[in-house]
């Protein structure tokens, strides 16, 4: 499972499960597998209601990271492939 391999990935770092990084990589996760489901089932707007939601949730990590360390953001960013980052 993808969850097992980041675990042990993050236990090399010694970083626990409330990490800022292991919480956006877990709203990743929840983020593709109800954007597969919603493929099939389009008229789920409770579903489409969670989706929402867990998406701002992941931004708002996503922009505390970015201002409080933006290596490990870029890092993050590249690893779980979430968007692409501008080159300045």
């Known amino acids: 499972m993808i969850k ?15 990490s800022v990084e292991f919480q956006v990589f877990s709203f990743t996760n929840k983020i593709r597998r ?3 489901h919603l493929e099939f089932h389009r008229k789920d707007y409770l579903s489409q209601r969670g989706l929402r939601k867990i998406l701002g949730k992941r931004q708002r990590l996503l922009a505390y990271l970015s201002k ?13 492939n979430i968007r692409e980052l501008k080159t300045r």
């Open 4 to 18: 097992n391999a980041f675990i042990s990935f993050q236990e090399q770092k010694e970083e626990s499960r409330g």
């Open 68 to 80: 409080k360390n933006r290596i490990r953001y870029k890092e993050l960013i590249n690893q779980l």
């Open 34 to 36: 109800l954007t597969s």
